[in-house]
């Protein structure tokens, strides 16, 4: 009977991916499509995912960028031009073929063949590097700074809701500059921008670093990336800003005439966040009872049940819950008003209470006709489900609310590092060691020492380990190699990923 | 040497398709790219987009609608459900039937056929009917009210920026009700938002009113629509609301159990407006020195030009504008604070002005070094350049402020009422006299009696005129038919249109 404690059906511990699954549709927030790999994004879902956009989009205006918007579509001898891009993206493109329908025995058919393919955006370097092409002629026009916020799609055979769709939604920043130095201080301050915006906002304790390699994005010189460790264990990359050098703007012709009067190429940059996010967010802070969101991305914060058991009551029930919404309004957190939501729907209030659980909102206060004269509230904390309600003065729990919404989000934070640091190991000696550890605990960090050798990486390749990133953060003396006992210079995150 | 006189290379009565683009052009709003039909939408277009999108947006909510995302491709089978839909968009999608490309013989070519072609999104009635159908069940879970954001793409053959093009982007409402009268009220509802956004925000007179029978969106019932008259005299439809009835539903499967316990098709809605509004803002405002903005939708209220022409001079001069920008942020106009921008960019001033001038910025002042001593400033108003410059007190100009930003919308909307009543004609009486002011005009609103009768449209067609609406507003006795002589229930706006 140890189940029917929980509001999901299946626990993290049972099965993580059916948990996962369950997460979303207890909170409605997503769902499959009839389209392989294409989700439906359901009005609470899209709520996170407007309000994660509206915090980066403001961070990536306040350092200088610029919304535009480019074409969904690519001319094939546009993709043709960098070649190592085209071998990383090709295997997974939707190709349009045509331009009509037609009616053929009863079935709609393709019509009219496009004299050339077009392929539907899986990320648009290629695209805006021809815009840049057009729009830079001088050192004066530099540095171009855009981003866009865009659907792209690459084709998925394993789909999963938010993590891997064939179709998803991202921004996309793409920077031309005069110099290498310009263009590597913004690959670090956009990927500082997406640590402080999944750290801070969305209270994901991540790994920043640069990704080796293998790992690199097709036609980067560097990719720079923040990792995150979900509660199964396993990495999530969470954001990636590349330092394109100037392969791009050989492919695209992206030159300009430098104060010393040489025509030169520039270079460039590009970065990218998507709804995967989203994912992120469930599988880092959500329990057995649904998502618990950190009161930063919240839609509300506080939701607010009258209980009317008789008509009698109604008028003044009302009135104390309604009372209790305009004050809870009046307190701040993180510089905005508290949001609370008066849910007056006529459905029965566990029915509402567990719904409010399971889409993980902070804080649910009912109030019914016995609290009036006592000045209380039944309050549910999201954190504390098994210490069952408490039954504050409504004025205390008004007086108290910034306070207890800012130690909500400190709480989340802290167990989410507090469980990835229980499931890091630093003293993984050599390949047995790491064979070892992943034998035993199926998934975590090993951060050790690697001396960068690709080939090396075959050691551990049939466990589905791989090197996550080369943290910025560095010991002083990493000592010899885990996989291999060469000196090495760095150590590295390897772990199982999404 | 008139030409010389103006900010563009072509004015409106030289070519008002040329000046159209000069104006795009001159304020660096779009272009096209190389992908035929697909525009770049660049910073300052994307900056109107984006405002014209949170006005709306917020209104959408307010009426109670919520975001979701539904998927870019559609399935073909979904597609054919309903017919006349078919029939009215199969001639203009784009087909995606592969979904991975192979490099043969050094080019990429398809590879990977799909079992089933998909399109790309024209509109999303049937993608969205499919998940009503899934979410539906009973009365108690309509109504359905949703709203997303998204590209869409219909093939163009003869492209022009944001009026008519291959991708566009645009809002599409989707909702499902119990009852006729409901889902009738919902259509209304949403195109009075329409014209209120419109109309209060962008600064367009509309007419408002139902479509006739030949012009209805392909599966609708009822087409509403508000209806903007151009500088060139031609309509602009500016956003349409259907009443769908029950023929989505029924293609669609959208059922619901009633309250009478009888099992019930759904009856449903969709409305949208595009990208398209960002073209009749520039035909409606834009002159022959390029854009004029309505202050509702204007980036900056009031851009502030330093005059430096001589270092000793730069800390007084900026500090003098820089405390005009802060008095002027410190006004208000439409409940916001006004928006004053400081352009310190090192370039002449009369380019920085004219750059201003063809962006349709409502104000510009200069601020120099003899200014300081008197505290006047150099004030350009962009809906008075022939005037010149006028010399304000700062004081004055900050006080007055709110004012004047009024007094410009309410100018730009009475311009282009005016402009709209000199080009309609109420008392056109027949097929000649019709013939005879579109031969003399050729192009302007006539509204007069029309039977209805779709047949009677062909003594016309040669001409490029139809039937933009039948207006809300009509008059008690509309009197005969202008183009069979026949009794007439209502009048009609005939124009040739975008």
Not at 150 to 174: D, I, K, S, Y
Not at 278 to 283: D, F, K, S, T
Request: overall charge negative; glycine content about 6%; aromatic content about 8%.
């Amino acid at each position: 009977m140890a189940k029917a404690k929980h509001a999901l059906p299946v626990t993290r511990a049972e099965n993580f991916a059916d948990w996962y699954q369950a997460v979303i549709t207890g909170a409605d927030m997503a769902e499959h499509s009839g389209v392989r790999g294409c989700m439906v994004i359901k009005p609470w879902g899209f709520r996170l995912w407007e309000a994660l956009q509206r915090r980066l989009d403001q961070r990536i205006r306040e350092t200088g960028h610029e919304n535009c918007y480019f074409p969904l579509f690519i001319p094939l001898h546009l993709i043709e031009k960098e070649a190592e891009h085209v071998e990383g993206f090709a295997k997974e493109m939707a190709v349009v073929t045509h331009h009509r329908l037609e009616m053929k025995d009863g079935t709609l058919v393709p019509a009219a063949p496009l004299e050339e393919p077009l392929v539907v955006r899986p990320t648009s370097e290629t695209m805006i590097g021809e815009a840049f092409a057009r729009w830079v002629r001088s050192w004066r026009d530099l540095p171009v700074l855009i981003n866009q916020w865009a659907n792209v799609v690459r084709w998925e055979m394993r789909p999963r809701l938010f993590l891997r769709t064939t179709e998803f939604l991202w921004q996309e920043g793409h920077t031309a500059h005069a110099t290498a130095e310009e263009a590597m201080e913004e690959t670090r301050r956009m990927l500082a921008v997406y640590r402080e915006v999944v750290e801070d906002f969305l209270r994901i304790p991540v790994i920043a670093g640069v990704k080796s390699e293998g790992e690199r994005f097709p036609g980067a010189v560097e990719t720079h990336t923040i990792e995150a460790m979900m509660q199964d264990g396993r990495a999530l990359q969470s954001g990636t800003s590349h330092f394109l050098g100037q392969n791009f703007a050989r492919a695209a012709g992206i030159r300009f005439q430098d104060r010393d009067g040489a025509l030169k190429y520039a270079w460039t940059t590009s970065w990218g966040a998507s709804t995967r996010l989203i994912g992120a967010l469930i599988m880092t802070h959500a329990d057995d009872d649904g998502l618990r969101l950190p009161p930063e991305i919240a839609p509300h914060h506080l939701v607010v049940l009258p209980i009317i058991r008789e008509e009698g009551h109604r008028a003044a029930v009302m009135e104390a819950a309604e009372r209790l919404v305009k004050a809870a309004s009046g307190q701040a957190f993180d510089a905005q008003a508290v949001r609370a939501h008066l849910d007056a729907r006529d459905l029965p209030t566990p029915d509402k209470r567990w719904e409010w659980v399971r889409k993980g909102v902070p804080l649910i206060v009912e109030i019914g006709p016995r609290d009036l004269e006592k000045g209380t509230a039944a309050l549910t904390d999201r954190l504390d489900l098994a210490a069952g309600k408490s039954f504050p003065q409504v004025s205390d729990l008004v007086a108290g609310l910034s306070a207890r919404l800012a130690a909500h989000s400190r709480r989340l934070f802290e167990e989410a590092r507090a469980m990835r640091e229980a499931r890091t190991r630093r003293d993984i000696a050599d390949v047995a060691d790491m064979r070892a550890f992943f034998a035993e605990e199926g998934s975590g960090f090993v951060i050790a020492p690697w001396a960068e050798d690709e080939a090396s990486l075959e050691a551990i390749a049939d466990l589905g380990v791989s090197v996550r990133c080369l943290p910025y953060d560095q010991p002083a003396d990493p000592g010899p190699c885990v996989l291999t006992g060469r000196p090495a210079k760095r150590v590295a995150v390897f772990a199982k990923a999404y």
